[in-house]
Structure formats: C-alpha cells, structure tokens
C-alpha cells in the first residue's frame, strides 16, 4: 500500500466513552490507523454508567482486559432485591430477590461487576496508548463530508477544532467516521438522522453517588424500593459506594417539566422518606446530577456504510437494566471486527450493511425489554413462581432438575429478560453472517451439511465449555481460547479419536482448507514465511483461527499423530473433551454434548470473530465439510 | 509508646529473596517499623526460584497479591510426564503422566504456577513501598549482638555496611534480626549454628532458561526425562521460556568435584542427546547457571527467640519438588504473626518458640519428601497403579467415586507427596496453638468441648468451602474471606437457622465474648471508638475477626434478627451455607458437611492467622463454648 499523508487515518472516532472506546481499542489492536478525539478534557471522573453484564465480562476477559478491570474490585451484584410498603401500616418491606443472573444461564460471572465508568474508561485508554493511538482532548468536530465519487478510498473529509481554542483546527481525510458522542451526536444530526421515541413518556432522574451510613440491610445489593414517597433504585458500588436512582419527574405529571430539577439535599431527604423506618445518612457524595431521559432509537445507524453512529449516539433509556455501556461495548465491537474484514480484504464491502440491521434490532429489543422489565419490577409475582423461574434449568444441590413443564407467561418472560440482560441472550438474526435455510449461499446440499446440532444456533453465542488443553495439560475454559483477535474460530469437535473414519474425516477437512483456492488458503499471510513458530492463533491467516476438540482423555491425544499436520500447526488449540460438566453429569465428553454434537462423530461451528455463531456443519469424509464451510464463507468473502 | 530514636526499628530483615519479602510484607501491613538489607544492587533479574505451589497461591490471594502475581501470564503446570528408553532400541518414550496435584485434594488452584523469582519479588517490593518500607541495597550485614539482660525491649544491635563502599556505614538496634540471606547465611555463620546433611550425596546441576524450537511435545509439561545420555528436567515458563535442570555431577561420581562445571553448549547438547530423536534449538538463552547443592538442615532457626533464621539459610535441596519459595513463603508467615502477636500485645512471648519446632518439622518433612520424591520418580509403578491414585477421592465424570480400600503402598507415598507438595498437606504437630488432648490447658471438660469433627485437624489447614455472603449475596470462597490481617479467625458454624437452641447458642457466645474478661474483650483495640462502621474484620480488636456460617439459604438470613449483635456487627462475615460442593453432593449445608459439622448443630473453629486450624470446639448453649475457647486461648494469651 502506497504510503499515505499524515492527515489521512483509517477511521475518525469522534467520543472517547464505551463505544468509541471499544472501536478504536480493536482497531488500534489491528493495526489501523486512528484519529481519536473527545471534547472533554480528561476522562469521566465521576458518575456516568457502572454496571458491566456478565456477557460483557466475558468479552473484556476474551480482549485481556477483565483482570485490569476486577483490579479496580469492582461491587458484584448477585441478586435484586424488591421493597414495597406492607399491606398494613408504613414503610418498607422486603417482598422478594431474584437472581441477576440465575443458574439457567450457563455464565461464567453470573453477576453484574459494578464500577465507575472513568476506571473502565482507563482500562481502555491504557491499552490503546500500548498501540500508539492517543485520545487527543478536548477536540470537537465541527464538520464533515463523505464522497465515495471523488475518492472511493479516503471518501471522507473531517473537520476539527480545539474546544477552548477554536483559532486551532484541522482537516483530516479518513476511510470511516464513527460517532460515539452520545445522545446529543453532531454527526447524527448533520446526516438528519431522526430519533423515534418508542415510549412517548419520558423522565427525569436524579443520581447520587455517595458512601453512606444505614441500617437499611440491602444497600450492598441492587434494590428497587418502592414506598408511598416515592421510589428508589440501589446499585452498590466499589469502595463502600452506592449509587442511588431517584425518580424526579414523569411527563405524565400534570406540571411536567424536562428541566424539572432537586437539590442534593431534597434528593437525600426524600430519601430518607423512602427508606424509613431504616435510617440514611451521607458520609460523602461523590457525584450528583440530574437528567431527562426518554427512550428513544436512531431511525438510521448510517447513510453510506462509511459515516457510522454507535452507542447513545443511538439508543437512548432508563438506566435500570443497566445496559447503556454493554450495549455501547456490542455495537463498536459489531462494526470494528467487520471494518477489519473489509479494510483488510477478507470480505466484501456489503457486510458492513449487516452493522445497522443486527445492531439496531437488539437496540429494539433493548427498549421493549426496558418496558417490560420496568412492567415487571412493578407487577411481581408470588415467590412461588420467582423460585421456579430463578430455579429453572440447573438449580443448587440438584444438578438434574428439569425444566418445568407448565412454565408460565411470567417464568418466560423472566427468563427472557435475564438471558438478555446478562448478554447471554442477545442475538442476531439471519444473514450472509448467520446460516440459516435463507442464507444467501444455501442450497440443498449446504443445507444438508449444516446443523447437526439445534444447541447452536447461528446468530446466537458460542456456548461455554471446559476441556483440557492437550499440550500442557491446562484446564480451560475453551470460548476464552482464541483471544479477540479479528480472525473467525473454526472449533473443529473432532469426536471419537479412536475411528478411523473421523481421522480420514480430518483428513478430509485439512486437504480441503489446504487447496490453493479454499476460503482459508486464499488469505493468507503476506509474511507466512517469517512468522514465529510460537505464533499460537494466526499462522496462517489473519482471518482464521483453528482449534480442535477430542472426545478423549487428554493423555490419549497424541497431536503429531492425531492430526493432519495444517490442525496440528495449531498445536496450543488442541483439546480433550474431559472434563465433567454439572450440566451434563452423565455425558462422556461434556463440551461436545453441550454443543449438541455427538460424542462419536462431532461437528465444525464457525464462530464470528465476535463470538457469535456463523454456521455449524456435520465434519464428514470426503469434500463435504469444506464444501459447506466454502458456501458459507462464499456469501461474503472477497472474490479475489 | 514514647517515640523512639530513628536507629531503632522493630526488626531488621536481611535479604530480599521470597522469605525476607514475605516477612517484611506482612509486618509492613501491619505496622511495624522495619530495616530491610539486601546485598543486591537490585531484584533478581533472572533465574533463581520460579514454583508457586497450589497452596501458595491462597495465601498469595489471601494477601491481595495473586492478581499481580497472575498479570504477568506465568505457566501452569497441571501435570508431570515422565520420559525413559524405551524398552528395545534408542531415545525416549513417554512413560506416563501424573498430575501435579491430583482431584482427592480440594485445591482452589490444582497447578503449580511458574513465574520468575524477579517479578514475583517485585510484587512484593511494590506493596512494601504502598507501606512506606523501602530496600536497602546493595547493603550487607558486618556484624550483630543481642543482649536482652541489656536492653528487654531492643537488645538486638546490628551493624550494617554499604557492599561498594565500606566507609558507608550503620548501627541500628532492633526488637528482632531475621537472616534471609540464603544458604550461605552470615548471620547462621555468626551464630556458629551448623547445618546437619540428611542426604550425604551433594550434586552440580546445571540450569538453563530460554526460548527453544523442538518437536519434543511435552515441552510445556513438567517432564523428567531420563535417556541412556544422561537426565533432564523440563520447567515450563512464562513467554514461551522453558527451563532445562541437568545433574552435571554426583559426588558418587569416581571423579565428582562440586566446583565442576559445563558450558551452555555442553549442556546444550547433552540435552541434545538426551531428547534425541526430537530436536531442540535455542532461540534466546535467558539464564544459565551451574551450582553444587546437596540436603542439609540448619541445627537451630534461632538461639534466643530474638535473631531468627529462615528460607534457604535453614533448608536447602534439590529443584525437583519445587518447594524452596514456597517453603521460605510458610517460614516467613509463621514467625510473622507470632512476632505480631507479642509485639502486639495479644501473646506470651512464649509463642516465638514455637516458630522453630513448626518450621523445621516441616524442613525435616521437605528433606524426607525430597529423596522418597526422587525415589518415586525414578520407580514408577504400572499405568493402573497411577490412574488409581489420581482418581482416588473425586474423579472425572464420577462424584461418587470411592477411595479403594485396597490402597498400597505406592499410592499413600504417591498422595502423601502430591498433598505435601501442594502445600496442602503441610501440618504443624500439638503445641499450645494446636489442639491435642496433650494441649497444656487441656482438662476433661476443654477435650469434651473440643472437636465434634475428625475433619478440621488443629495444627492442618481450614478446610476450602464455597458460601453465599448473605449482605450482598456474593458466592464466595469462605477460607478467603478473612484477609492475612494478623487475626485470629473465629468461624461459627451456626447450624440451622430455625433451632431455637442454635439462637440460644449463639446468644451464649456473644455474651461470653462480651464478658470484659473474655479473651476477645480484653484485646480491644485502642481507637475502638474511631473505628468506621465500614470496617469490616477488625471492628472490635486487631487480633480477633469473627465469621457466622449459617446451614440456611440466604433469603432465610436477616442479620440483625438472626445474630446477637455482636455478631451482627461483622455483617460482612455473614454466610449462607446453600452452594451445591461436588466432593459432598448430598449435603443441604455442603460447608458444614465438608468440615465434619453436623447441619443442626453446627460449631466453632478457630483458625490462626496463618490459615492452619488452631481449635474447633462444639456450639451449644450455656457458657461451655465460651470457656472451651477460653482455655484454649488461655494457653498463650498475654495475662494482663
């Protein structure tokens, strides 16, 4: 590639919060060249969003960012608890807790790490300095074009100035711009891009983040405290913190006002009101604001696939599913994994068309949740079905506890609610990325070759499971093997190891990727050559990574005879399925039952480079199985 | 305390290693006013120690520092594999494997951690610095006195001397001196304390840190390889690096000289022949190193309970096992808290006699485990003998899995050195902080107070369980809970919930410890109207921390109905005992099943500061359980 100027990047990022963030952190990490810029001086120094979902805890661990994360000690929220006044006399009382996120979700962190949003922040911006990209503070944008006509590859023209000093300027030309600046976006307003409200109600909110003294004896769990003065949300905090949610303003009120606002002090004596008879006071406030807020969805996430928007820049709601920085975090991490497919020649252009669909529908999906979750806070039911619904699927001491069969409308409900808060549910429908019987490269064969499994369903998560890593004899959790890396996971269960006919099937399955024109041979490295045989992911390719899993004890694998030399090059990703599962107590190789696959025969799964199932194929003697994996790939892979 | 002069400390540590570090690092944390000396300019830069035994890492965690410790990705070694001649023809074949620290023990961490000795000091050096203790390097120690006639309260005086410029010189005067100083310990030396060799035979070993290429699969495995060219032992490493041990010589050689020597490219290629016919190529040479070692064992670790020895100038042997930091680490922690103890005020000076009999017992062990662990190496019994004795206790895919009965010889060596070398198996015999029927306030009634279980062993580590914390409902790992905070640690098994007589229990022993001549009372800690009410562990005294494990689920908890106050007070020490443990599937109150409680009636353990179990006694109603405690207490706490 001819060198460029210094004014010309990759991608403009305009918002150093969770989604401009997590963009330009995976992007840095590829080797893009970024402009990064923020109109606040420093990072968030207090308040703003907090609550991490367990899924998002699993992405951070996959980019090695969690332990820098939990460094912070984070408060973890296990359960929320319900208050409301007693059927007689005043105050409050405890009706109910319900799991966050219960054991029915198959979670490695079945908790909600809680911590303030500059820490997080900085994890980010720590990371990113380590690949040369800095946050240039306070710059503003103050202007842009994008023609695809007048430059097919720098289409895209940036203005920008200093915030105090608007005398400083510059003009950068770029491939992408991205938007991360929050509710109030320039670039979305620029684009004309409207804002449909899904729930005409809005609100305004007061936050308060202190340290209190209380015997209140839920302040170090998540609350919604409802009293007749009023109600209040309890979020713990790291560092003996809590932050408090306190309803300030409807719209349904008659003298409704978006600029309504509390003092500090009226906000801490209603408080008081709410919580009595348990007392309240405030050794510290750390933070305090007050903001309206209404639901409400960008109609547009782009125009021409290469000005974008992410984030709250988006999608706007109450705080109280704590989904505004996990949402943030899923659309940047969405569009940076297919900029890199595209800009590094892996895939064609139309794939960043699947970045507004799969990323605006979980947007709609977040604001009906937000209602229905809001709905069901306030019409709780008995215990009885709490203990159901938060007991389904595996419950304590009883590893064999079936699903009920009269599940009803709320256990449903519930549990729809908690797969998707914890992240666990989010899901993407079918497209060129995710199979399915419409894929646009999917005919009769490719359908026949597809999915020997319903327990992984492209569109959703690859699913957790624990084997041993075959060359060290470590114990892994094996959806943490391949790092964040940009490459899509080839998991190859390879079933028996014992069958001749599956190791001809791997055979098979090596040959295929080795041919010249396969998906795999055809983007290979340009240095191959010279890559270090430590290379533990990428020797090959930058876009593949392969693993294999064996139904068998770790000693009984023998890699250099096991595997087709190409598997065994990735010698780091070799496994046995042999470690015992509660889920699956009486499965022989727990990871290939939990995928769905049989033990003898196994199967191919084509994770998503953002941990999403692509397409899952039966693994066959013969050409089969490439053939397959050919068509899936051929949907959006560069002809060239 | 009247201020005194600058030159006076609490004690003087000479050597940085892993002993000193570990001193100086809980003292520092809990106040004392230190002197650390080493004869480095700086932190070991290579080479040196590099095990983390599956134990160590508890207490790693326990005093914050596992993270750190974890940050710099070390290797983990789960299993050993063993390489010999075949039995017709050349070169090597796999033998068979074993785990490093098999499923019959209950490790929160069943792998040894390899990290290099530099970076885990200076996770240490960077928390004694949080603390305000600072290295003294590169300065040596010239001479000592110790005169308790002279001076009862500093009768050490101790002469220090810059290493580069003798001009630069030190008196200071001490409570205590503490030789970390390694096997060639001056102040050992000074002392005229000899070293007993239990194993005539000294070695030269060789050692070589690097980054090597090789199709040698077991590469970052633990392996013993034994070829017709001679012995190695593979280590594996952090960063790809890998560490090769070579016996060069044995004084049982015709011409053994321990200053014998080999060059890297000697050693390179006996290893060479030794892995033929895999190859092996060195990319980069980190460290190399050629030392004479054999098994010997100071006679005495202190002559008067003031100058005090400990790590390698106590005990020094071979590599195999991988025990010398971990063994310096548990020498470090056990004079610690006793100098704690009688310098704070809760103990008889008595106690420090204690740290000789404890620590060299172990070594004695260490020693014995050393040449009966060589021996295992080199006789290895059939491949069922082995999968027998990894199995034994919890196997894979199996929880009901029963000890055999028929457990021969090679089996109890195999799992007595596996628990030894775990850490886990380490125990300390009867003495007045370990109970016995032999306990010196033992009476009739104390003994018929005292255990209820054959579980908990005073003298043996607490027992590992997982709980729900009721305040917050986190699930947590209840032997953790406590920090190394220099406390005694008081876990009451509470029992059930419902009992009226388990409430009356309770009630017993709040009352008892709130008796202004109870043990617990009369160590109030000065500033006890000061304290924060965020404080957790030590509200009430530094040397007691209070914990109430209930046989209940946790929304069946409500602290300040179900605790008397006093125990109410530690609301954050507050257990539900409803997590499904798999080693006791059957168990309600898996906790207390684990430590041999009955799941009605609960009862009291007593664990040291250090994690070992000092007394368990039952929890009933009356003044039985208060006065039990009492009397064991009373056999080292201060009169006054």
Redesign the interface.
């Known amino acids: 590639m001819a060198t460029q100027p210094d004014n010309y990047y990759d991608i403009v990022i305009v918002g150093a919060g969770p989604v401009g963030l997590m963009l330009s952190t995976c992007l840095s990490r590829w080797g893009y060249k970024i402009k990064h810029i923020d109109n606040r001086p420093e990072p968030t120094a207090t308040g703003r969003a907090d609550g991490i979902q367990p899924r998002s805890l699993d992405l951070l661990r996959n980019m090695g960012l969690k332990?820098a994360i939990?460094?912070h000690k984070p408060?973890?929220?296990?359960?929320v608890a319900f208050w409301d006044p007693p059927k007689t006399g005043g105050g409050i009382v405890r009706t109910g807790?319900w799991?966050s996120c219960p054991e029915f979700i198959d979670a490695r962190y079945?908790?909600t790490t809680l911590l303030h949003q500059g820490l997080i922040e900085r994890v980010f911006i720590a990371d990113l300095e380590k690949n040369g990209t800095e946050i240039q503070r306070p710059w503003t944008i103050t202007g842009f074009t994008s023609d695809e006509k007048a430059d097919p590859t720098y289409p895209v023209t940036v203005q920008l100035a200093h915030v105090d000093d608007s005398s400083k300027t510059e003009t950068v030309k770029a491939k992408y711009l991205f938007g991360g600046e929050g509710a109030r976006s320039f670039i979305r307003d620029q684009l004309k891009i409207g804002i449909t409200h899904k729930d005409p109600i809005s609100y305004v909110w007061g936050v308060m983040d202190g340290?209190v003294?209380t015997?209140f004896?839920d302040m170090?769990?998540k609350c919604t405290i409802h009293s007749e003065h009023g109600s209040i949300m309890v979020i713990?905090r790291e560092a003996?913190m809590v932050r408090l949610y306190i309803q300030i303003a409807s719209s349904t009120d008659a003298d409704f006002h978006p600029r309504k606002t509390a003092t500090e002090e009226e906000v801490q004596a209603a408080a008081k009101r709410i919580l009595a008879p348990y007392s309240i006071e405030w050794e510290r406030v750390e933070w305090y604001s007050v903001y309206p807020i209404g639901q409400g969805i960008s109609d547009k996430y782009t125009l021409d696939h290469r000005v974008f928007l992410g984030g709250d820049a988006c999608h706007t709601h109450s705080p109280k599913a704590g989904q505004g920085m996990n949402t943030a975090f899923l659309d940047a991490l969405n569009l940076a994994w297919k900029i890199h497919a595209v800009e590094g020649g892996l895939a064609e252009r139309h794939i960043l068309e699947t970045y507004e669909p799969e990323r605006k529908d979980v947007a709609e999906t977040l604001l009906a949740f937000d209602n229905k979750y809001a709905k069901l806070f306030s019409q709780r039911p008995d215990a009885a079905s709490t203990a159901q619904a938060t007991a389904s699927g595996v419950s304590?001491?009883?590893?064999d506890a079936k699903q009920s069969a009269e599940e009803n409308e709320f256990i449903k409900t519930f549990k729809e609610s908690c797969e998707f808060t914890s992240g666990y549910g989010v899901f993407y429908k079918p497209n060129a990325l995710n199979y399915s019987s419409s894929h646009p490269a999917s005919s009769a064969s490719a359908a026949a070759e597809a999915a020997n499994t319903t327990k992984l369903v492209p569109g959703r998560l690859f699913i957790n499971s624990t084997v041993?890593r075959v060359?060290?004899?470590?114990?892994v959790h094996l959806e943490q093997e391949i790092p964040l890396n940009g490459s899509f996971r080839l998991f190859i269960f390879a079933g028996s190891l014992t069958n001749p006919s599956q190791k001809t099937a791997l055979e098979s399955l090596a040959a295929g990727l080795s041919k010249p024109d396969s998906f795999f041979a055809r983007f290979k490295r340009a240095d191959i050559d010279s890559v270090s045989?430590?290379e533990r992911h990428n020797p090959h390719s930058k876009f593949f990574t392969l693993a294999t899993v064996f139904a068998a004890k770790?000693?009984e694998v023998?890699?250099?005879r096991d595997l087709p030399e190409l598997l065994a090059r990735y010698r780091d990703n070799v496994y046995a399925d042999?470690?015992?599962d509660?889920r699956v107590p009486d499965a022989?190789a727990a990871a290939h039952a939990k995928m769905g696959f049989d033990e003898e025969k196994g199967g191919v799964v084509v994770v998503r480079p953002d941990g999403y199932v692509g397409f899952v194929c039966k693994l066959e003697e013969g050409e089969k199985t490439v053939e397959a994996l050919e068509k899936y790939f051929g949907a959006f892979i560069s002809k060239q």
Chains 1, 2 share one sequence.
Request: charged share 30%; proline share 12%.
């Open positions: 332990s939990m460094a408060a973890r929220v296990y359960e807790t799991p079945p908790f340290v003294k015997d004896p170090k769990m713990p003996n304590h001491g009883n590893p041993t060359v060290d004899a470590n114990v045989h430590h770790r000693t023998e890699i250099s042999d470690r015992w509660r022989k």
